[in-house]
């Protein structure tokens, strides 16, 4: 019982805090308005809205690429409107990130693509020898890590990118229009694979304009519209603005 009670206040904990907080461009214009969000500890979350909504700047925040104008802003326990210099690259190794285009490493193999995550974080040969082919088995790729990128399909180079973002074991995981290139069924897959992540423990948290898996999916939905959160849905769908 006790570990259950644990559990449960984990999932209660904020990994991603953010209370009024505005961050406008260089010309003055907003980009944020004043938004107040929080993401427990384990929750599956998707961020929709059409371009120019802040989505991108939302999570240039997250990743302390942008600071915000005004108000707090605090990720994985690090407070990043007050953060050093020298603390960013660590705080981002508790983030693991997924994009639209892969950003795969084309002259290393699958395998390699994979370890130079570790390397990164300067973990041991024999770390690397056990975690790299553990992860890619959780992503369906055990038998591919001898393969170029090139000779993959999208939906397998973007398996290899989860892979490196989830090597790290990080706290959160950033999506960001993860299948933005890719089919609708290898679209599917690549989702199913980010529940099953997030079913295991990780925060996920997904940028996305594919709105037939935002409604399949039912999770929780922050549509932003014009730099405001137009609405926050416990179990969501994808709202039509127009």
Do not use: C, W
């Not at 326990?77 to 997924?98: C, Q, S, T």
């Not at 397998?156 to 290139?181: H, I, M």
């Not at 304009?209 to 939905?221: G, L, P, S, T, Y």
């Not at 014009?226 to 179990?235: F, K, Y």
């Amino acid at each position: 019982m006790e570990k259950t009670k644990k559990k449960s206040q984990a999932k209660d904990k904020p990994v991603i805090l953010l209370e009024h907080v505005h961050k406008s461009y260089e010309d003055g214009m907003p980009a944020l308005v004043d938004i107040n969000l929080r993401i427990n500890q384990g929750e599956f979350v998707f961020i929709v809205g059409d371009s120019g909504s802040g989505k991108s700047t939302l999570i240039k925040l997250l990743l302390k690429e942008h600071t915000a104008s005004s108000g707090t802003v605090r990720v994985s326990g690090y407070d990043l409107m007050k953060i050093k210099r020298k603390e960013i690259p660590f705080f981002r190794r508790k983030l693991g990130v997924v994009f639209q285009d892969f950003r795969l490493l084309k002259d290393r193999n699958v395998y390699e693509n994979v370890a130079f995550a570790q390397r990164i974080i300067q973990k041991s040969e024999r770390d690397i020898r056990k975690n790299v082919p553990s992860i890619l088995s959780v992503v369906g790729l055990a038998g591919k890590y001898k393969a170029n990128p090139k000779q993959l399909s999208g939906g397998e180079q973007q398996r290899v990118a989860l892979a490196r973002a989830l090597v790290n074991k990080p706290d959160v995981l950033l999506a960001d229009e993860p299948t933005g290139n890719l089919d609708p069924r290898n679209s599917y897959e690549i989702m199913k694979l980010l529940e099953k992540i997030n079913e295991n423990g990780t925060t996920v948290l997904v940028v996305t304009h594919n709105r037939e898996i935002v409604n399949e999916m039912q999770k929780r939905v922050i549509t932003l519209k014009e730099g405001v959160i137009l609405s926050d849905e416990e179990r969501g769908g994808y709202i039509d603005e127009n």
